[in-house]
């Protein structure tokens, strides 16, 4: 399982800070214009005496704070995560200063110091949400026991003891919910969006390499006609020059590179037959499972495929999509680095359904780890730090692009008993018409991909 420290430097690494200054600024004197009006609606209007001098001075700190930042960095800035921590905690602070001049929890605006827990766990870290959150709970305690009498119109009513309690506890499981539900959802949310653009990044990746081999078939087969007129000649030219002459060894050599530019240039056509519009587009399941599996083989591990049918049909044919050699391709990977010394690839088919498992005898799934897998930045076996981060987004990419070309993903873990040995085993399914049906090769929009 994942290391903290390792996961946290994932996550920083795939979400950079998403905060304005623009935006805090904004909402600072949204929350100063509130203060002034209820202040002096409170104090003139209603006629409750209160501290006024004190308390304006606090507002007026808070203004000429917005004003020099406004004035000193440009709004336009996205902070880091702990200088918008450390914005929203001078919000919490200054708001709990108005509070306890204003008589503490007997105050009902009390509940305002939610604001800045609720917008940390929106937006930022679980670490600077806690940090703001353990802020709030000191908060609250102090103004529940210490704060400036409220100044009650009737000066002889007083909130009970045990009602102040009431509201210190509401207080304080609010903060908790909010730092602990809302803000793994909205981590949850962010990690879903980052992995999804990674799927995007990989599938565009693997896109541009295809496209790269097609125009690689489509140069060597335009280059094929004027390098074939210059074998032509040179052929000639060493017909007619004499074996003594002094062009003879020129003349040889054009030839000689002549032959080599075509035999280049053949290797070239067929490293790109089966590929986007080429003789063999659609390959056989299995051929499409070896070329999945061949950048990954290693001499370390041995790499078996058990094929065949499960009644009397013909084996599947598919098209040499991204989707399926990214997809398939990740899970072997993942396979291969995590097992021992065996991988095995079975590829069961019949009239409505086809089935790839990947099996490996290495050390398995943490079982905790079971109903996780498939989220982003989720990892799932032991192994070291570069092993960690490649398992905490490989699965999700995997089963995102697989999910797009109709494939189910299941991920299990074996007995001791299977004749592989312990380990994991991934299965993929697909309806056989949505396998075997053209699809369209072209750039995935962000609206394509599965959630």
Not at 125 to 146: K, P, Y
Not at 299 to 320: C, F, H, K, N, Q
Not at 404 to 413: E, H, P, V
Request: glycine share 8%; proline share 5%; hydrophobic share 45%.
């Amino acid at each position: 399982m994942v290391g903290v420290s390792t996961q946290r430097q994932m996550k920083q690494q795939a979400r950079p800070a998403r905060v304005r200054l623009r935006t805090l600024v904004y909402i600072r004197w949204v929350a100063i214009a509130g203060q002034f009006a209820t202040l002096i609606l409170v104090h003139f209007g209603l006629g409750y005496k209160l501290p006024i001098v004190a308390c304006l001075a606090i507002v007026a700190l808070s203004v000429a704070v917005n004003v020099a930042i406004s004035l000193r960095r440009p709004l336009r800035q996205t902070l880091s995560d702990r200088a918008a921590a450390l914005f929203l905690g001078y919000d919490m602070l200054q708001l709990s200063a108005l509070l306890f001049m204003t008589g503490g929890l007997h105050n009902p605006f009390s509940v305002l110091i939610l604001a800045s827990v609720t917008v940390s766990a929106t937006v930022l870290s679980r670490g600077s949400t806690i940090g703001l959150g353990m802020l709030a709970g000191v908060a609250v305690t102090v103004l529940a026991f210490w704060h400036e009498p409220f100044p009650w119109l009737n000066v002889a009513f007083n909130l009970p003891d045990y009602y102040i309690l009431g509201i210190w506890q509401a207080l304080i499981v609010g903060v908790l919910f909010i730092s602990a539900f809302i803000g793994s959802v909205s981590e949850q949310a962010r990690d879903m969006a980052s992995g999804l653009a990674e799927t995007q990044l990989a599938l565009e990746r693997e896109q541009r390499v295809s496209a790269l081999g097609a125009l690689a078939a489509a140069a060597a087969h335009e280059l094929g006609s004027p390098l074939s007129t210059i074998a032509v000649v040179a052929r000639e030219m060493s017909r007619d020059v004499p074996r003594d002459s002094p062009l003879a060894p020129d003349i040889d050599l054009l030839l000689e590179q002549t032959n080599r530019c075509s035999e280049i240039l053949a290797d070239l056509s067929r490293e790109q037959v089966g590929r986007d519009g080429a003789p063999f587009s659609r390959l056989a399941l299995g051929l499409m499972l070896q070329e999945a599996a061949r950048p990954h083989l290693t001499d370390l591990v041995e790499v078996d495929y058990d094929l065949g049918p499960t009644d009397d049909t013909a084996e599947p044919e598919i098209d040499r999509t991204p989707e399926f050699i990214h997809g398939v391709g990740t899970l072997i990977q993942n396979a291969i680095q995590f097992a021992e010394r065996r991988v095995l690839i079975r590829g069961r088919w019949n009239e409505t359904t086809a089935t790839v498992e990947i099996l490996d005898d290495g050390p398995g799934i943490s079982p905790h780890l079971l109903d996780r897998l498939g989220e982003p930045y989720v990892s799932t076996r032991t192994g070291d730090a570069h092993d960690r981060q490649h398992m905490g987004l490989g699965v999700f990419i995997a089963q995102t692009l697989l999910n797009r070309i109709g494939a189910d993903l299941t991920i299990s873990n074996r007995p001791k008993t299977d004749p592989l040995g312990g380990g994991a085993t991934v299965r993929i399914d697909w309806p056989r018409q949505l396998l075997e049906r053209p699809h369209e090769k072209e750039v995935m929009a962000d609206n394509d991909i599965p959630a």
